[in-house]
């Protein structure tokens, strides 16, 4: 009998074959799961300053002794045509 060759024990080991890609797979799954609650709270941390900006835009722009028509930037000037 001859011995067997060092690079055939070295592949006897109690895991799998495929036992490194899964081990990679469950480490990938786990970055992403969480990339991904980073990211909802972001998002979430977003919204609320953006709904917390809006109610204090909201709250300085309205006055109690509003006028029912809008400030009127523009008015049309007055020409020598119309004056007779």
């Known amino acids: 009998m001859t011995p067997a060759p060092d690079s055939a024990t070295e592949g006897s080991t109690d895991e ?3 036992a490194d890609s899964e081990n990679q797979l469950g480490l990938s799954l786990q970055t992403a799961d969480v990339l991904a609650g980073l ?3 972001l998002f979430a941390v977003t919204a609320l300053a953006f709904l917390i900006y809006i109610h204090k835009q ?3 722009n309205t006055r109690p002794d509003s006028h029912p028509k ?10 020598d045509e119309n004056a007779v």
């Open 39 to 41: 990211f909802g709270v």
């Open 58 to 60: 909201r709250s300085q």
């Open 70 to 79: 809008p400030n009127v930037i523009y008015t049309a000037a007055t020409t």
């Open 16 to 18: 799998a074959p495929g």
